[in-house]
């Protein structure tokens, strides 16, 4: 059978749609993985900042000690005889030098010593500056400290950095070097404490790309030269950068961040492998997907069921127009209410369907106003389909809800099309069914738009759009507003120890407690993410938001879910609570002096920012406990 026209139309529109909603989920994967990927950059860019200054911080004692012995053999060659001494104390003050020495420009030794761990060894040979570094120091006379290329230890004891200064003669020319030897295998122990992953790494690097210490330790990968210009994603090749690149070592790609020191060129780059990164993010997307797969589907099912009603009634509508005996036979036995209205829109003849629609004897309805069988908010839609319909070639169609005799309310959807009645000018037929259990089912699917499937709360989207409705609310009414965000302890250990269908339970059980625990018409509780909860409170002060949030704690304690690897034995969660009033913040923003820098405007987002930041001190001071910020 051929397909019709509208079938076509309509299978096509469904299309247009999938297709319209699949490109909005690519461009949101698009965006969202891109700003998972900056976010463990802006993480890795503090930690490389943080250990730059704590290895600018280390080179700077030693730097101490050999400006101290450099300014000393200048000023006074009679230093040499106390060298010894202080030699002794700098390494046993200082646990990361491995040997101090003073040599002269030639290269030869003319006192030093070696130490491990801050204990000196004097049988232990000394590292002296190669004839390489010397020829350095000749070339760029002035030159402070110079941080030279990894190189083996003395012995072939492990690795060390070499740092140098320079002491001159009457005559301004080199006398001398005053060399300390960092120890490279404890500066990369310090480097292997902090959590990158399995596949991410963390490097010492000169501001000329040489990499001085990695780890994991590669010694084969030691004193190669590396372009950061060409791996900064911006191309500037500052001091600072985020990374995302093929790593030349081993061939992984990583995402990171580089911060090098101007006070003496040594910085430090941090990466995480770009897979392992984004395990967590990879598998949420897919959960989306299959999502908007099934939502996509149901639609899909549901637009093709509306499709073949439509057809239906269609064809019963151009079977009963045939003739006034035809439209008779068929209106008596339809399910549908078949009616005939006059100009002035009042019933003049109604089927028997009536009694099952309206509630009411079709006798009952002559004579009246079809508006009249509406609710009153409705009747505005029915009067404009019928205004529609009054046009040459135009067809009404509305759906109205009506007030049953037996106290219920139904949906109705009726269809209007003008006729031409003989002898009694112009009148309109109308076909209306009972679509109330189909405006149940898309209200059924709306709400599954907008809840958690796992947990029965408001999902994200519900909370974020809620959270915009309730702060534009405060502001109006100058009311104030709070939330919570909700975290439940060690809840990756619970996992590891009972499984994922238990912690599916314990988050069921959760969410059930937080809902007993807020008032169902105002507050809104969801699911914030992974082990995360929210709960909105509009017109909740501190207070009286710090009441509620004890009052959740309790209740998910009071579950005494077993937790074999929480301190109490059980579930506990950690609260952060933040209160505010929009209108007062708004104001206090307008007030603000201008500075010339535009300023975003306060919203609910700072809420939700306090919130956080009052969860992550909970957690700090030991979890199991409300924190207000």
């Not at 003669?169 to 990158?196: K, Q, S, T």
């Not at 093709?304 to 003739?323: D, G, N």
């Not at 937080?514 to 507050?523: A, H, L, S």
Request: net charge neutral; hydrophobic share 45%; aromatic share 4%.
């Amino acid at each position: 059978m051929t397909p019709s026209p509208l079938r076509l139309r309509a299978l096509l529109l469904m299309l247009l749609l999938g297709l319209a909603v699949l490109a909005e989920e690519a461009w949101n994967y698009a965006a969202s993985r891109r700003h998972e990927i900056v976010s463990i950059q802006e993480g890795m860019a503090n930690l490389a900042r943080s250990v730059a200054q704590e290895t600018e911080s280390n080179i700077a004692m030693a730097d101490v000690a050999l400006v101290g012995f450099a300014q000393a053999m200048q000023s006074d060659k009679a230093a040499l005889d106390q060298a010894q001494g202080h030699l002794w104390s700098q390494l046993e003050t200082q646990p990361l030098l491995r040997s101090l020495a003073l040599q002269d420009a030639g290269g030869r030794l003319l006192t030093g010593l070696a130490a491990r761990h801050g204990q000196v060894l004097p049988e232990k040979p000394v590292f002296l500056a190669p004839p390489a570094e010397i020829e350095q120091h000749l070339q760029r006379p002035g030159w402070k400290l110079q941080v030279g290329a990894p190189q083996r230890a003395p012995g072939d004891d492990g690795w060390i950095i070499p740092l140098s200064r320079r002491f001159e003669d009457a005559d301004g020319r080199l006398a001398g070097l005053v060399v300390a030897a960092l120890d490279l295998g404890a500066l990369e122990e310090r480097l292997g404490g902090f959590a990158l992953g399995r596949q991410g790494s963390i490097a010492l690097i000169r501001d000329d790309g040489l990499l001085l210490g990695r780890f994991p330790s590669m010694a084969s990968a030691l004193g190669r030269h590396f372009d950061f210009a060409a791996l900064d994603e911006a191309g500037l090749g500052g001091p600072s950068g985020r990374t995302d690149y093929v790593s030349p070592i081993d061939g992984r790609r990583r995402v990171g961040a580089y911060h090098i020191s101007p006070r003496y060129g040594v910085g430090v780059g941090a990466a995480r492998e770009l897979r392992e990164a984004l395990a967590a993010w990879t598998l949420r997307a897919w959960v989306r997907l299959a999502v908007v797969a099934v939502l996509l589907l149901g639609s899909l099912t549901l637009g093709l069921h509306l499709t073949r009603q439509v057809l239906r009634r269609r064809a019963a509508e151009a079977a009963r127009l045939a003739s006034e005996a035809h439209f008779r036979l068929l209106a008596e036995h339809a399910s549908d209410m078949v009616a005939r209205l006059g100009p002035d829109g009042r019933f003049r003849y109604v089927s028997p369907a009536a009694q099952r629609l309206l509630g009411a004897a079709p006798a009952a309805l002559l004579g009246r106003a079809i508006a009249e069988v509406a609710l009153e908010e409705d009747r505005p839609a029915l009067a404009l389909a019928l205004a529609e319909a009054g046009h040459p070639g135009c067809q009404g169609q509305v759906a109205f809800r009506v007030a049953r005799e037996d106290g219920g309310t139904a949906w109705i959807e009726t269809t209007l099309q003008r006729v031409q009645e003989s002898g009694e000018g112009d009148g309109y037929v109308t076909v209306s069914r009972d679509v109330t259990a189909r405006r149940a089912l898309e209200e059924e699917l709306s709400a599954l738009a907008t809840t958690d499937g796992l947990t029965g709360l408001a999902n994200r989207r519900h909370l974020d759009e809620a959270l915009a409705r309730a702060w534009q609310q405060a502001v109006e009414r100058g009311a104030p507003l709070a939330v919570l965000l909700l975290d439940i302890d060690h809840f990756k250990l619970f996992n590891d120890q009972y499984g994922h269908p238990a912690g599916d339970a314990a988050l069921r059980a959760t969410a059930g407690a937080i809902r007993r625990c807020i008032r169902d018409k105002d507050d809104l509780a969801a699911r914030y993410g992974g082990e995360e909860f929210a709960v909105i409170l509009p017109g909740a002060e501190a207070a009286g938001a710090a009441r509620v949030a004890e009052r959740v704690r309790q209740a998910i304690a009071g579950l005494a879910i077993p937790h074999a690897r929480h301190p109490l034995g059980h579930v506990t969660a950690s609260i952060g609570i933040a209160a505010l009033l929009p209108a007062a913040q708004l104001a206090a923003a307008a007030d603000a002096p201008d500075d010339g820098a535009p300023a975003a405007p306060p919203g609910p987002e700072q809420l939700l920012a306090a919130a956080d930041a009052a969860l992550y001190e909970a957690k700090r001071q030991g979890r199991n406990r409300t924190i207000a910020a």
